[in-house]
């Protein structure tokens, strides 16, 4: 799995394409805080999804330093999709990770044919004690971060994770993570959006609920909205057979 120049910097990818299929590329790309690791094996290595997944920068395995705005984060994606030479694709996000996905579709139209959406929304607030605590106090707010990532009944095993991985963080890119999503609002341009679009969200997810959800499916004509019930903000950690069976459903049925 290589690290790639790019005109933004190097950038990690994991490639799962299957040339033999003659399906389109999808780029996936995880959420504040996250890497790689936070999409199941179900859907990294589904065959249909043709995959893509990447660390962003300052993130898993990518160099460099993360961003604090979601468009400059959109800009490093378009620089990995131009070294790979992909002029179209799929692009599948959850949660900071659908924001600029969401992005991306409204800037540059051209280079998008279909969006999965996850667990994320076309305005992500962030409390000001989660902000001002992930520099000053951060054990403590990242306790309380993952505190909220999950569902019921929580999964100790998938909590004991996150805490570990979040913690191998530098404060100072958590930081950036969640000021970019907190400055994020797309919900005057949202229903310009005119590709298919599957969105997914949990039924109990404390950090994008799922009424932001309903509200891309309202606003993203054509869209379909899935549920998953009991779900959390890691819905596709905690039920990835579900999140994968919705996904592999929808890429069957599109005409691309």
């Known amino acids: 799995m290589p690290l790639l120049e790019t005109a933004n910097g190097s950038m990690w990818y994991a490639d799962h394409r299957d ?3 003659h399906r389109p590329v999808t780029l996936v790309i995880h959420g504040a805080g996250g890497t790689h690791l936070d999409w199941p094996a179900e859907i990294r290595r589904m065959p ?19 961003r604090s705005s979601i468009s400059a984060y959109a800009s490093d994606m378009l620089a990995l999709l131009d070294a790979l030479k992909l002029q179209k694709v799929i692009l599948a996000g ?41 520099v000053n106090e951060t054990t403590r707010t990242i306790s309380a971060l993952v505190s909220m990532y999950y569902g019921t009944p929580v999964n100790e095993n998938l909590q004991r994770r996150s805490q570990q991985r979040l913690s191998e963080f530098s404060p100072i890119t958590l930081y950036n993570d969640y000021v970019a999503c907190n400055a994020f609002d797309l919900r005057q341009q949202i229903n310009q959006i005119h590709v298919p679009t599957l969105i997914i969200g949990g039924s109990d997810d404390k950090m994008t609920p799922f009424k932001f959800s309903t509200y891309l499916n309202e606003q993203i004509s054509g869209s379909r909205l899935e549920k998953i019930e009991g779900g959390g903000h890691m819905m596709m950690l905690e039920q990835p057979e579900l999140a994968a069976e919705a996904v592999h459903k929808w890429l069957l049925e599109q005409q691309f």
């Open 19 to 21: 040339p033999t299929l």
């Open 94 to 134: 959850h949660s900071m990770g659908g924001a600029i996905a969401q992005m991306i579709a409204l800037q540059h139209p051209e280079r998008v044919i279909g969006l999965i959406l996850i667990g994320t929304g076309a305005k992500l607030g962030v409390h000001p004690d989660l902000l001002s605590g992930m």
């Open 48 to 66: 249909e999804l043709n995959a893509i997944i990447v660390d962003l920068p300052g993130h898993g395995k990518s160099t460099g330093v993360g």
